[in-house]
């Protein structure tokens, strides 16, 4: 994670042993008062969230379009754990009335 554009944006890169890469970048939009997130793959893949604070998790969701073209509801939650943060994912299919995992992790400060 590296900080872009003057600081403005939280910029988080993503390579997976499947050969998935991706990057986020994350701002704050004070004129909404709400955080946006974009995610791009080099697979063509985009999602977008947004949300902000609830109590002491960061929430951002939005509806997305799955690999078969459908709308996917995609929630990530991020909280402050035990000297990182936890980010959990979940996706729906039926508008938000269940959830399945997605990913659950936990990021931690690099230490040399």
Same mark, same amino acid.
């Given at each position: *994670?590296?900080? @872009?554009?003057? +600081?403005?944006? %939280?910029?988080? #890169?993503?390579?997976?042993?499947? +050969?998935?890469?991706?990057?986020? =970048?994350? @701002?704050?939009?004070? #004129? &909404?008062?709400?955080?946006?997130?974009?995610?791009?793959?080099?697979?063509?893949? %985009?999602?977008? %969230? $947004? +949300?902000?604070?609830?109590?002491?998790? *960061?929430?951002? #969701?939005? !509806?997305?379009?799955? !690999?078969?073209?459908? @709308?996917?509801?995609?929630?990530?939650?991020?909280? &402050?754990?035990?000297?990182?943060? &936890? $980010?959990? #994912? $979940?996706?729906? &299919?039926?508008?938000?009335?269940?959830?399945? !995992?997605? =990913?659950? %992790?936990? =990021?931690?400060?690099?230490? !040399?």
């Amino acid at each position: *994670m590296d900080l @872009i554009l003057d +600081g403005c944006v %939280l910029r988080e #890169a993503y390579d997976g042993r499947n +050969g998935l890469s991706g990057q986020s =970048f994350s @701002i704050y939009d004070a #004129a &909404r008062r709400r955080w946006h997130q974009s995610w791009v793959t080099n697979r063509g893949q %985009l999602l977008l %969230l $947004e +949300g902000g604070m609830d109590g002491e998790r *960061m929430v951002l #969701a939005g !509806p997305n379009r799955g !690999p078969d073209g459908g @709308i996917v509801e995609l929630r990530g939650v991020w909280r &402050r754990e035990r000297g990182g943060v &936890r $980010e959990t #994912a $979940e996706t729906s &299919r039926d508008g938000g009335k269940t959830w399945k !995992p997605l =990913f659950d %992790l936990v =990021f931690r400060p690099h230490r !040399p």
